[in-house]
């Protein structure tokens, strides 16, 4: 078999607009150009060797003969990446004898006075994979151990363990040597390699070592006692009785100055021990570098390992000590830092520590008030949802919260005011001994909400839970006032008389369309969509809140205000038996509803009245008007039973996702199992422990965990695509293997012919978002030869992807041209990089609106159940239905939900489901359209291809 794979340490962009280089000139410029020109020349014949161009055998020559000899540094620098590169042995594998003289020069070079020279030599040889380069510079190297300078003793350290570990018998009593120079040296850098190296070869030198010294490893510098943390946790690792040995040496790096030993020292602590004292040292530490790291991203990766530890049952218990020490993260300005602290807390939330978590995030909220920032608003609403969630599951702490969360009604941030009016609406529901507490303080701050979708809100539980006749004319005072003078069109029109208003551009406004929840088309201008949804006055004379919102063409809170009047008129007729009075509440009810609707009439309003507005204000004057039981049954208890339908969905909801975290955190020990004791163990018996430093380099660098071998959809088999025909003289297939950000592409070639198949080169090409990011080098193919070529694309966005190509070679002895053998595409699918999320409504409504690009796709399947469709969409692209399941149950002819995913960019897709099917014709199949809408066309546009994809895929299957 052909090997491809050569050792390569260093790359090298290769300049697009490079031209080809001449090797007569390049010569001449070795041989009699200047310094310049011999560097420029040098780096040419760099770029021909990486483009996999064949390098003339007298070139080798000319470099040694002119620039070996040269003492310029630069020229010296580049010389060390050209051995590097080029190809050091014959075709029959023998070495070149040219680098005889090579030897001879870098031997010079590890005995020069200049201690950069010496260092950058030693590297060099850390590369070389030659035995038989490496065998006369041994004395030289092990010289380079007694240097003054430590940046060569450490880089000779360094080549002597290369070396060892590639070639023992070259030196071998490497680890002796070795061992000997760490007793005496100084140099933390120096002693860092040293030790590292007895790691890796020789560990019971390196234990005696640390013995020796173990004492002494707090005052260590901080790359040394990295290494020292990597062997206890090995040596632990592998022989469990040890561990009483190191675990002492383990707390003390806990307290190193260093934050990388304190991250590495807690993460090796909670593997080897599972103590609560070791956990809550561990966890202490994290929290720790939490809040003194500076760096968002260090936050993220150590808040990551704290929320990983609580998933383990025995360190949650240990943890839930800790809450008000996670809550010190909160000090830190970025979002999704305190978001997912927020998060944990609720977690380890008990009612121990309730009571106190809620005056810490109490604190929390008061330091938001008067403080501008741009994500001030999201953390407020955070913190709302935090303590609605507290109080929720602690309802003892509700009357200290509520009163505090009132005051945020009428801020200028909508968002956290919606979350404050959800929790008030469940806490009124479900505490009644809080009921009159909260109608009290909403009274109170109800003339000062600007915001729309708020006062609408808020009007609604009023209307809803006013229950005294104190309550609904305090209610009916408000609105009286919040209205104005009535009837509103003689008011405005003796306004108008007085000054100056324009109503030409009264139409003029932007208009935005936002799904609801059912899937359909809203509208909202902007004055209903603006930070404070107050309305923009079209004089300098402000006018009270309702009459403004009123105004400007919001008539649906007209008709808001019509359905809560209409309650509070029907609750009181029932609390006061005065007819004069209740035919003068009735009366006063119905103007203010009849002057709402002459208003609409008008044209005074930025926007005319819409008839479903007009409707619902007739029909409730209508329902004053006469009053029939069951119309008052309709207003009066439908609507609060609508309410706790809605809630008790919604808590279902939430106990199955608490349900399925739980069973998730299950242990899974079957009644069968052995139990295993550390004491009693061998050291093979924890197999199942993985080496975390091994496991976090082998994910970094992009390798699979362990697989079930079992399992056919997790082998390679799946992945891997056919690139030529049978028939073709050179037959090829890839494994795509997809890491994140890299696909790798493995692909095997296979010569089919009875010719030598010279310079052997796949080509390849990408179409989207994907870049190339190293040309495969040629190869020379025996007779049905084969060989494995890798190739790496660099994957910058989430869209489809194509590589395409082909593969060129000359056969040995032709005379003809080259030969092509052109392969199939590689499409580089779009659900690789999409993973399901979650988001409210709220979230998914505003994104839909900010979204610019839309892709309609028509539903086109044989499927004939509705939700039999919206499961197959659902797995197929990796989105997660947000329409609860409830809302979706029955059959009654059509279906609308809303998906949502995001990809590993941090790119957000969503796409709202609008499907029907005719009941009376049993053949009929699914029917409708799907709209998504992504920050990004190439999303949008490559999530419509696969649900196109995926429904001709379904198609056949069905037809088959």
């Not at 800790?322 to 008990?350: I, N, Q, W, Y």
């Not at 507290?390 to 009357?399: F, Q």
């Not at 004319?473 to 009535?486: A, F, N, T, Y």
């Not at 008790?648 to 996702?657: D, I, P, Q, S, T």
């Amino acid at each position: 078999m052909a090997s491809v794979e050569q050792p390569c340490y260093t790359l090298i962009n290769v300049p697009v607009d490079s031209e080809e280089p001449n090797e007569l000139q390049l010569k001449q410029d070795i041989e009699k150009g200047d310094i310049k020109s011999k560097i420029d020349a040098l780096k040419k014949v760099i770029y021909t060797i990486l483009n996999g161009d064949k390098l003339h055998p007298s070139m080798l020559m000319h470099i040694i003969r002119f620039l070996l000899p040269s003492q310029d540094h630069t020229i010296k620098k580049l010389l060390l990446i050209f051995w590097e590169v080029v190809p050091k042995t014959t075709s029959d594998g023998k070495l070149l004898q040219e680098f005889i003289l090579v030897c001879d020069a870098y031997r010079k070079d590890l005995q020069h006075p200049n201690e950069f020279i010496r260092g950058s030599t030693l590297r060099f040889l850390c590369k070389l994979k030659e035995p038989e380069l490496l065998e006369p510079l041994m004395p030289a190297i092990r010289a380079c151990l007694e240097h003054r300078h430590s940046y060569v003793r450490r880089n000779a350290v360094m080549a002597i363990y290369i070396i060892y570990r590639n070639f023992d018998v070259l030196i071998p009593d490497a680890p002796e040597l070795i061992a000997n120079f760490l007793e005496g040296e100084q140099d933390a850098s120096c002693k860092r390699n040293a030790f590292m190296m007895l790691i890796h070869a020789d560990q019971d030198r390196a234990l005696d070592y640390l013995s020796t010294c173990i004492d002494q490893v707090h005052t260590f510098g901080d790359i040394l006692q990295l290494v020292i943390v990597e062997l206890i946790y090995k040596v632990c690792l592998a022989n469990p009785t040890e561990r009483a040995r190191f675990i002492r040496c383990i707390y003390n790096l806990l307290q190193s100055t260093s934050p990388a030993v304190r991250y590495e020292a807690a993460g090796a602590l909670v593997t080897l021990s599972s103590a609560p004292t070791a956990v809550k040292a561990a966890a202490s530490c994290y929290i720790d570098l939490i809040v003194k790291e500076s760096d968002n991203n260090v936050k993220l990766i150590v808040l990551d390992r704290l929320i990983a530890l609580k998933e383990t049952p025995s360190h949650e218990k240990v943890l839930q000590e800790l809450v008000m020490d996670v809550l010190r993260v909160l000090t830190s300005p970025d979002l999704e830092v305190r978001r997912k602290t927020l998060g944990l807390a609720l977690d380890l939330a008990t009612s121990r520590n309730m009571e106190e978590m809620v005056l810490m995030l109490k604190k929390e909220v008061q330091k938001t008030h008067n403080v501008e920032h741009e994500d001030t608003g999201k953390y407020r609403q955070l913190l709302v949802r935090t303590l609605h969630q507290c109080c929720i599951k602690y309802p003892d702490i509700s009357s200290a919260v509520i009163p505090l969360l009132m005051e945020f009604l009428s801020d200028t941030n909508e968002l956290a005011a919606a979350d404050v009016l959800a929790f008030v609406r469940e806490a009124i529901y479900r505490f009644e001994s809080l009921r009159s507490l909260i109608i009290t303080r909403l009274l109170e701050v109800f003339p000062t909400i600007r915001a729309l979708k708020v006062y609408r809100a808020a009007l609604w539980i009023l209307g809803e839970y006013c229950n005294s006749v104190e309550e609904i004319q305090d209610l009916m005072h408000h609105v009286r006032q919040s209205l104005g003078e009535i009837p509103i069109v003689d008011d405005e029109l003796k306004r108008a008389a007085g000054t100056e208003v324009e109503h030409d551009d009264a139409m003029q406004q932007n208009v935005q369309r936002l799904v609801t929840a059912d899937g359909s088309y809203a509208t909202q201008t902007a004055y209903s969509s603006g930070a404070g949804g107050g309305s923009k006055k079209s004089s300098d004379e402000k006018r009270p809140t309702l009459r403004g919102f009123l105004m400007d063409g919001e008539f649906f809170m007209g008709a808001a205000l019509a359905t809560t009047l209409t309650k509070l008129t029907l609750r009181y007729v029932d609390l006061v038996f005065d007819p004069k009075k209740q035919n003068l509440f009735v009366a006063e009810a119905m103007l203010v509803m009849a002057t709402i609707l002459h208003l609409g009439r008008s044209g005074l309003p930025k926007k005319s009245i819409t008839e479903d507005d007009v409707d619902r204000i007739a029909l409730c004057i209508r329902v004053l008007a006469d009053r029939a039981p069951p119309v008052v049954q309709l207003f009066i208890e439908d609507s609060r039973k609508a309410l706790s339908v809605m809630l008790a969905a919604k808590a279902e909801e939430e106990r199955e996702n608490q349900k399925a975290k739980e069973e998730k955190k299950a242990l899974s020990i079957q009644i069968d199992d052995p139990i295993q004791f550390i004491q009693l163990a061998a050291a093979t018996d924890f197999g199942s422990l993985e080496n975390q430093f091994e496991l976090s380099l082998s994910m970094a660098v992009g390798n699979p965990g362990k697989q079930d071998l079992t399992d056919f959809s997790s082998s390679k088999l799946k992945k891997v695509t056919q690139l030529t025909g049978f028939s073709d003289p050179v037959y090829a297939e890839a494994y795509v293997n997809i890491n994140q950000y890299d696909i790798v592409l493995d692909v095997l070639v296979v010569n089919q012919t009875s010719d030598t198949l010279q310079n052997v080169t796949l080509e390849l090409a990408t179409l989207g978002d994907l870049k190339l990011v190293e040309k495969p080098l040629p190869m020379t193919m025996g007779p049905h030869d084969f060989c494995n070529i890798k190739a790496t694309v660099k994957v910058a966005s989430t869209e489809n992807g194509i590589i395409f190509g082909n593969i060129v070679y000359d056969v040995t002895g032709a005379v003809s041209d080259r030969n092509v053998v052109v392969l199939n595409d590689i499409h580089i699918d779009i659900m690789d990089y999409i993973v399901p999320a979650s988001c409210t409504d709220t979230e998914f409504r505003q994104m839909w609106a900010e979204f610019e690009w839309e892709n309609k796709v028509s539903v086109n399947t044989n499927v004939k159940s509705l939700h039999g469709y919206l499961h197959h969409l659902v797995s197929s692209t990796n989105m997660k239905c947000l329409t609860p399941e409830k809302a979706l149950s029955g059959e009654c002819g059509f279906m609308a939900a809303n998906l949502y995913a995001r990809s590993i960019f941090g790119e957000d897709a969503l796409a709202n489901v609008s499907i029907e099917r005719d009941e009376s014709n049993p053949d009929a199949g699914v029917s409708g359209h799907i709209r998504i809408r992504a920050k990004s066309q190439g999303m949008a546009l490559s999530l419509g291809d696969k649900i196109n994809l995926t429904q001709k895929k379904a198609k056949a299957e069905s037809g088959a």
